[in-house]
């Protein structure tokens, strides 16, 4: 279904004439092959059909979950350092300057910053940076769609997408001459953000779909319906291992990200239809075994969320966000939005064009 987007770009030549081009000819598919070397957690559960993913989903949401009683699905330590290359599928708009790095969630691809449904301009944040005067670049975490298929258990981990963030950081101001760096996340995304950015020195840091708190992941996971990828639908993904998993269907998927009356429900079905991939058992326990060191991050932090997010803020963001502003206790400035009319899928909301006003702003006040 490539027609739409075709369309879009030749539509927005025509109407946009005053202007030299349009704001995607800076842009291209590029394949960055990146080495990473980080130790693996041995995770000790296996997910072969959807028996299992009811049963996993049991046991992730238990309420002595994460207890001393019943302790994450990891075996004794990490390994020692693990070599891995990988190619990662990204979008690289143009040549430098300050830009902002793109990572995007869980049961997401790197669509969700840049739709391809029918008229999907407002709700492209990559159009809008670029309009607003940055550089993007936007990647396929590893795993997921473009970027290379790799094990569910022993690839797919917290710390290796941290270390691939890190080395597409150190891409950005070497290869691709950036003055700047923003770290832009969304959700699973927001938390490698922010890991990287207590490793890395960045220049900014927005998290979206994050409250830093796992209090309220259970609604999120029971809700979602967690299916195996490869069974539910072998047409995309039978080049996936038994241990990607994804929502069961639309509605499911529609409860954990949208929020009525604050989106168009044709959005909801070309993300669940379109942008929609499968994440990887490995990614969840091993980010719950992390502790990222956020006081070590001393760039600019926003925090703008949808009021009604369920995984980040069972479904009420308002007040929330005080707990997560005391996170940062090393940067400087940290800023909070609450109450945005949307759901987890802030960027796929009618509010989205505000939301990303509200980026740019923030960036902008910091010197970027
Ligand atoms: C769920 O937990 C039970 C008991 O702790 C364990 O035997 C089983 O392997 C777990 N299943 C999955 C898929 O994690
Ligand atoms: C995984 O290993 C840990 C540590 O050996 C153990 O406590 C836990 O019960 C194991 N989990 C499963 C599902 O086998
Ligand atoms: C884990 O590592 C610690 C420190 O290196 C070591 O003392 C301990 O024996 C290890 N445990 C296992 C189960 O390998
Ligand atoms: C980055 O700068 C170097 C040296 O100034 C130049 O050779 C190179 O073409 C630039 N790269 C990009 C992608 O603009
Ligand atoms: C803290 O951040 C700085 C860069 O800002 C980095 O050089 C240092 O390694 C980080 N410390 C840790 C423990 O990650
Ligand atoms: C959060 O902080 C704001 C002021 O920054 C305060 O008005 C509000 O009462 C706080 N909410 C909670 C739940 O602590």
Redesign the pocket.
Request: glycine letters at 6%; one cysteine or more; hydrophobic letters at 40%.
């Given at each position: 279904m490539r027609t739409p987007f075709l369309a879009l770009i030749l539509s927005v030549t025509a109407t946009a004439s005053p202007l030299p081009s349009t704001p995607t000819s800076t842009c291209k598919d590029i394949e960055i092959p990146i080495t990473v070397s980080v130790p693996r957690f041995i995770i000790?559960?296996?997910?072969n059909d959807n028996w299992?993913?009811a049963?996993?989903t049991?046991?992730?949401t238990r309420r002595d979950f994460s207890t001393s009683a019943?302790p994450l699905?990891i075996s004794g330590n990490m390994t020692s350092e693990v070599e891995s290359t990988y190619v990662i599928g990204a979008t690289l708009c143009g040549t430098g300057g300050p830009m902002l790095v793109l990572t995007h969630g869980i049961i997401e691809s790197k669509l969700y910053w840049q739709p391809t449904f029918h008229q999907a301009q407002p709700y492209s944040f990559v159009d809008a940076a670029i309009a607003a005067g940055y550089s993007v670049l936007n990647y396929d975490r590893i795993g997921v769609a473009s970027s290379s298929k790799v094990n569910s258990l022993s690839d797919a981990q917290f710390q290796v997408e941290t270390a691939v963030l890190n080395s597409l950081i150190t891409y950005a101001r070497q290869t691709v001459n950036a003055s700047q760096i923003a770290l832009i996340g969304h959700s699973y995304g927001s938390y490698i953000s922010t890991a990287s950015a207590s490793q890395t020195a960045v220049e900014a840091v927005v998290l979206t779909g994050f409250s830093g708190t796992f209090t309220y992941f259970d609604p999120f996971l029971a809700g979602a319906g967690l299916r195996v990828a490869n069974l539910r639908d072998p047409g995309r993904w039978s080049d996936l291992d038994s241990g990607y998993l994804t929502s069961s269907d639309l509605y499911a998927e529609s409860y954990v990200y949208f929020a009525e009356p604050y989106f168009e429900h044709s959005v909801a079905e070309w993300a669940y239809r379109v942008a929609s991939e499968p994440f990887a058992l490995g990614e969840l326990p091993s980010l719950l075994a992390t502790d990222i060191d956020y006081g070590n991050i001393t760039a600019p932090v926003l925090v703008l969320q949808g009021k009604y997010d369920v995984s980040a803020c069972g479904g009420n963001c308002v007040g929330l966000l005080n707990a997560t502003k005391a996170l940062f206790t090393g940067s400087e400035v940290v800023e909070t939005v609450d109450d945005l009319p949307a759901g987890h899928d802030l960027n796929l909301h009618k509010i989205a064009p505000q939301a990303f006003e509200m980026i740019f702003n923030f960036l902008k006040a910091q010197g970027l």
């Amino acid at each position: 279904m490539r027609t739409p987007f075709l369309a879009l770009i030749l539509s927005v030549t025509a109407t946009a004439s005053p202007l030299p081009s349009t704001p995607t000819s800076t842009c291209k598919d590029i394949e960055i092959p990146i080495t990473v070397s980080v130790p693996r957690f041995i995770i000790n559960t296996t997910v072969n059909d959807n028996w299992d993913a009811a049963t996993l989903t049991l046991n992730l949401t238990r309420r002595d979950f994460s207890t001393s009683a019943d302790p994450l699905p990891i075996s004794g330590n990490m390994t020692s350092e693990v070599e891995s290359t990988y190619v990662i599928g990204a979008t690289l708009c143009g040549t430098g300057g300050p830009m902002l790095v793109l990572t995007h969630g869980i049961i997401e691809s790197k669509l969700y910053w840049q739709p391809t449904f029918h008229q999907a301009q407002p709700y492209s944040f990559v159009d809008a940076a670029i309009a607003a005067g940055y550089s993007v670049l936007n990647y396929d975490r590893i795993g997921v769609a473009s970027s290379s298929k790799v094990n569910s258990l022993s690839d797919a981990q917290f710390q290796v997408e941290t270390a691939v963030l890190n080395s597409l950081i150190t891409y950005a101001r070497q290869t691709v001459n950036a003055s700047q760096i923003a770290l832009i996340g969304h959700s699973y995304g927001s938390y490698i953000s922010t890991a990287s950015a207590s490793q890395t020195a960045v220049e900014a840091v927005v998290l979206t779909g994050f409250s830093g708190t796992f209090t309220y992941f259970d609604p999120f996971l029971a809700g979602a319906g967690l299916r195996v990828a490869n069974l539910r639908d072998p047409g995309r993904w039978s080049d996936l291992d038994s241990g990607y998993l994804t929502s069961s269907d639309l509605y499911a998927e529609s409860y954990v990200y949208f929020a009525e009356p604050y989106f168009e429900h044709s959005v909801a079905e070309w993300a669940y239809r379109v942008a929609s991939e499968p994440f990887a058992l490995g990614e969840l326990p091993s980010l719950l075994a992390t502790d990222i060191d956020y006081g070590n991050i001393t760039a600019p932090v926003l925090v703008l969320q949808g009021k009604y997010d369920v995984s980040a803020c069972g479904g009420n963001c308002v007040g929330l966000l005080n707990a997560t502003k005391a996170l940062f206790t090393g940067s400087e400035v940290v800023e909070t939005v609450d109450d945005l009319p949307a759901g987890h899928d802030l960027n796929l909301h009618k509010i989205a064009p505000q939301a990303f006003e509200m980026i740019f702003n923030f960036l902008k006040a910091q010197g970027l």
